[in-house]
């Protein structure tokens, strides 16, 4: 597809009328107040310490022994591997990372394919009932995920999907309304004269979508992929609902298992929990830098439909 | 020329509704399958008895009279309640603190931001974890920082009074997803309302309540409305921190939620049928939730455009 962006939504380029003389009151303020600016600074710091230092403790105690886990030191006194060696013997771990790595994938791109396409259908056409449906979409949002918790599960148990991954990503072949309303508008975001130009030259549908509508909205299919993948990657209660045999386990319906068994069932071994919490998380820790851009820009723009 | 182009035109009208369908038709057959028959399911299943191993055994309004009997239903409403009533408000109010100073960290807010995003990324499963060490009366952090300023803290994880404020307090850990979209909004506010408001001799209080708040009253409420949405659905962080497998041996009734109750009733005691009364009861308080917010929240929240200013 090398050949595709030739057409890219322009922004119109007005002349620069230079620099425009704003009075800048607020910018200059804080300069004049330094005490002020201190302790500004001061409850940013304190802010970031509170957002980071418990993921800083998790991962020093992962590197503890047993019995200076709750230390609370920052550094360990006698670092070890030994949690992540035990961990890994006593837990299918590498199993568990697999299914996880499939679900993950798999309910992101699915999501990602079926909303953008229901999001174009919504946002390209126009027919008549059209908005009376979108709104059936966004009503959708509305409805706790308890009142169709259980007949959903009747669905998976009748296809005999109970205890496969299947029922933990194949909801998503569907859509899903809240990317859909946000892909939606995306597409609207596109000049119209793009996809009739395309037209002219022959595009179809399938193509105009394909090889218009989805390259030029690569950022918003970056989001849902991402939010998607951080979703499927960390969901707790349907693993508990649809997971029976410990192979089948995700990484934290695994986590949980630990927790009954090493933390509440007499084994008192935290730091085999603390260490395989680590191992829960980083992969989201790491995705997260890959996609920071994305993910802050994302969350920025959700809240702007309110 | 023309003629064909009139032609494809009419030919496109022609087809553009079949076409709009397929494009939709993933969604309109997840909708049918996965939204529309679970509703009807669940509210059937609501008046019956049914234990998936047997059929349905229609009982009339019956879970209904015994979601009233049940303390455990009452005392998971009050819990959740608690909880939702704490968390929201706390979880905005400090979310705006915080996008307000972010404002003015200028060329290090990119930074700030994406630390403050950080335990978003964390897994409820380990943020549930996160909770019962950190927040663990004898040996954990928390109580090791309030004893470091002289406050003898309290035993968090078991202490039946303190179990909810110490799952609030560690909800508002991540808060950084709001103080992304408050932080949004407040870059919207147009710099000349601030400037108008100091010529008019309008002091920094005067500004916030008289500028600020009126700009983002729209962000405020949607936050408001899916922060409350989100609390009283509450269960992984609950769930894995005082409920599992071995249940009984360290299940805690301070830390019910609604939906963790409606959980067990469904899935570790095969009670679907009063779970789904349950699940219906849960659908109209938080209707009634959002129905007074939004009957509040119209008369409060100022929209561009609207005469005023």
Redesign the interface.
């Known amino acids: 597809m090398a050949s595709t962006p030739i057409l890219k939504p322009v922004p119109a380029v007005e002349p620069d009328p230079g620099p425009v003389p704003?009075?800048e009151?607020?910018r200059t303020r804080?300069k004049r107040r330094s005490p002020l600016k201190l302790l500004?600074?001061l409850?940013?710091l304190a802010?970031?310490a509170?957002?980071?230092?418990?993921?800083v403790?998790?991962v020093s105690?992962s590197f503890k022994p047993q019995s200076e886990v709750?230390?609370?030191r920052l550094f360990p006194q006698t670092p070890t591997l030994a949690n992540y060696v035990e961990i890994w013997n006593a837990a299918p771990l590498a199993l568990w990372m697999g299914n996880t790595v499939l679900v993950t994938v798999l309910a992101a791109v699915a999501v990602t394919l079926?909303s953008s396409?229901?999001a174009?259908?919504?946002a390209?056409?126009?027919?008549?009932g059209?908005n009376a449906?979108f709104f059936?979409?966004l009503a959708?949002m509305?409805?706790?995920?308890?009142?169709?918790?259980?007949?959903?599960?009747?669905?998976w148990?009748a296809l005999g999907q109970v205890g496969t991954l299947t029922p933990l990503w194949a909801?998503n072949?569907?859509?899903s309304a809240f990317y859909?309303f946000l892909l939606r508008q995306f597409f609207l975001g596109v000049p119209r004269q793009i996809f009739e130009a395309a037209?002219t030259d022959g595009a179809n549908?399938w193509q105009l979508?394909r090889h218009f509508a989805l390259p030029l909205c690569k950022p918003a299919l970056i989001v849902t992929l991402l939010f998607e993948a951080?979703a499927a990657?960390?969901d707790?209660?349907r693993p508990?609902?649809y997971l029976r045999d410990s192979s089948t386990f995700t990484v934290?319906r695994g986590?949980?298992?630990m927790?009954?068994q090493f933390?509440?069932?007499g084994n008192w071994h935290?730091e085999l929990?603390?260490t395989a919490?680590v191992i829960?998380?980083l992969p989201?820790?790491v995705?997260?830098f890959i996609g920071?851009r994305h993910?802050?820009e994302g969350?920025?723009?959700?809240?702007?439909?309110? | 020329m023309d003629t064909a182009r009139t032609y494809r035109l009419r030919k496109r009208n022609r087809r553009q509704t079949r076409n709009a369908l397929l494009f939709i038709s993933p969604w309109i057959l997840g909708f049918l399958v996965f939204t529309l028959w679970p509703i009807l399911y669940s509210g059937y299943l609501s008046l019956t008895d049914y234990d998936v191993l047997n059929d349905p055994n229609f009982v009339g309004l019956e879970n209904y009279r015994q979601l009233g009997e049940d303390p455990r239903v009452l005392l998971s409403l009050r819990n959740t309640m608690f909880y939702a009533a704490l968390s929201v408000p706390l979880h905005i109010g400090i979310a705006l603190l915080l996008a307000m100073l972010l404002m003015r960290a200028r060329r290090a807010t990119g930074f700030f931001r994406t630390v403050f995003y950080l335990p978003n990324m964390t897994p409820p499963v380990a943020v549930g974890i996160l909770l019962l060490l950190l927040f663990n009366g004898h040996n954990g952090l928390v109580n090791a920082v309030l004893g470091f300023v002289g406050i003898p803290g309290p035993d968090w994880t078991t202490d039946s009074t303190w179990i909810k404020p110490g799952l609030v307090l560690m909800s508002l850990w991540t808060l950084g997803g709001s103080t992304i979209i408050l932080l949004a909004a407040l870059n919207n506010v147009p710099r000349d309302l601030y400037d108008a408001a100091l010529v008019d001799g309008a002091g920094p209080l005067r500004r916030f309540t008289s500028v600020t708040v009126p700009m983002i009253s729209g962000t405020l409420f949607f936050l408001v409305i899916v922060n409350t949405i989100a609390a009283l659905q509450s269960f992984t962080e609950a769930y894995t921190a005082y409920f599992g497998a071995g249940n009984g041996t360290y299940s805690n009734d301070a830390a019910l939620f609604y939906v963790i109750y409606l959980f067990r009733q469904a899935f570790e005691y095969l009670n679907m049928g009063f779970a789904s009364a349950m699940a219906w009861l849960l659908f109209a308080i938080i209707m009634v939730i959002t129905a007074i917010q939004y009957v509040v929240g119209r008369k409060l929240v100022f929209y561009e455009g609207e005469d005023g200013g």
């Open positions: 704003v009075p009151l607020s804080p500004l600074w409850a940013l802010a970031t509170v957002f980071v230092y418990p993921l403790w998790l105690a709750f230390d609370n079926s396409m229901v174009w259908g919504f390209y056409y126009r027919f008549r059209r449906l059936l979409v959708t509305m409805l706790p995920g308890a009142v169709t918790l259980i007949p959903t599960f009747l669905i148990n909801g072949l569907f859509g859909i037209r549908d979508f951080q990657w960390t707790l209660m508990l609902i934290p986590l949980k298992a927790v009954d933390g509440f069932a935290w929990i603390v919490s829960t998380t989201m820790i995705m997260f920071q993910f802050i969350v920025a723009t959700t809240g702007l439909k309110g």
